[in-house]
């Protein structure tokens, strides 16, 4: 039986952290002895499969500078490795997987991380490239959502990579929708990445032409203040709603005519599939690495819309609204990302990467 740990800085919420959940409880249900490693334990976690050994670097969270953080938890991941003996040590995010390349330096231990977002921002800056370009192709392998993601690292790290997209929950693709004409839904954390003010401003266009139109923005974030006195400027309360986090994004989605993403950039985003999976018609910022035009594919380009353009993005929804109703195309493009698909891809990426054999996969 291979012996695997999975490393990320917490399971606090986020679309990252849903993953390495999920990750888990599939690794674990094809026999794979798994122990999630956290760096700290969060308030508000996603539940994790009683079958998951946890571990934790530090009891509580640790606030000091980041030389002090990378080297004490570096050190700390490292000593685990070597009394845990894992087969692979799997990391997801920027932090994370440095951690990971140095802690495993030297043991006998196969390393593969996971670029999660956008390189150009989780790699910004001289320290992040040097991280990106020289640190991380020390790795034995490496996971990427999209294309743009993979051609932005050297080749080296390219040939021993693989992309996998996210798994969508088997409940996305058993909605049974019954759609409310003009209800237009997005979810995401209420935070300047997700540009929910850009959403908000589109959809102020739309409601000149369609007036029955309502927004419900699930989520919750340090931005609520915000877009509210923006709801009230645009004389859109009752219309524009912001409804707080949910639990039970199917349910949402059931009744949503349209699933709409205004995101800056993002890695491979996770309500986007789940929209799609749900067989809802979805428009779309181009937003960088390519996660939602790759999903989308040449079929679906034109519920596209450059960042930060509302009247592009309000053109989009328009187009949506009032054409023919495709959902079934959405979900037929959700084919790609079931759960099973997904995990087999992941297990056979990382049992190559075990045997040496992840180069020019």
């Known amino acids: 039986m291979h012996k695997i740990l ?25 026999g794979v002895d798994t122990t999630l490693v956290t760096s700290f334990r969060g308030d508000r976690e996603y539940p ?11 009891e509580e969270q640790l606030h000091q500078s980041r030389l002090q953080r990378n080297v004490g938890r570096i050190t700390k991941l490292r ?32 390393t593969v991380v996971s670029v999660r977002n956008d390189p150009e921002r989780e790699y910004a ?15 034995d392998g490496c996971v990427f959502q999209t294309r743009d993601a993979k051609a932005w690292f050297p080749e080296k790290l390219q040939k021993k990579s693989a992309i996998i997209y996210n798994a969508v929950k088997p409940e996305f693709y058993e909605v049974q929708r019954a759609p409310v004409p003009g209800e237009i839904v997005t979810c995401g954390r209420l935070e300047e990445q997700k540009n929910h003010a850009l959403l908000i401003e589109a959809f102020a266009r739309v409601q000149v032409r369609h007036p029955d139109a309502v927004l419900k923005i699930y989520g919750e974030g340090s931005l609520r203040p915000m877009l509210e006195r923006q ?15 949910t639990r039970d994004v199917a349910a949402a989605l059931r009744t949503a005519s349209l699933f709409v993403l205004s995101s800056d950039y993002e890695g491979m985003p996770n309500a986007l599939m789940e929209a799609m999976a749900a067989g809802v018609p979805c428009v779309s910022t181009d937003c960088p690495c390519g996660g939602p035009r790759e999903l ?12 930060k353009d509302a009247a592009a993005l309000a053109d989009a929804m328009e187009r949506a609204l009032t054409g023919p109703e495709d959902g079934a195309a959405f979900r037929r493009r959700a ?21 040496g054999k992840s180069s020019n996969s």
């Open 6 to 30: 999975l490393y990320i800085n917490t399971i606090n919420g986020g679309g990252a952290e849903r993953v390495m959940v999920n990750l888990a409880r599939a690794l674990v249900e094809a």
């Open 48 to 58: 994790l499969d009683p079958r998951v050994r946890r571990l934790l670097l530090e």
């Open 79 to 110: 000593r685990l490795c070597r009394q845990e003996k894992p087969d692979l040590l799997l990391a997801f995010m920027a932090e994370p997987n440095f951690r990971a390349v140095m802690a495993t330096r030297g043991l006998p231990v196969k």
């Open 125 to 139: 800056g001289k320290a992040g490239r040097l991280v990106g370009k020289y640190l991380l192709p020390l790795a």
């Open 231 to 245: 709801i009230a400027a645009l004389g859109l309360q009752g219309k524009a709603q912001l409804m707080g986090a």
């Open 296 to 307: 989308f594919g040449a079929e679906l380009a034109d519920r596209l819309a450059p960042c």
């Open 335 to 355: 084919a790609e990302f079931a759960p099973d698909k997904v995990y087999g891809t992941w297990m056979r990426y990382l049992e190559r990467v075990m045997d």
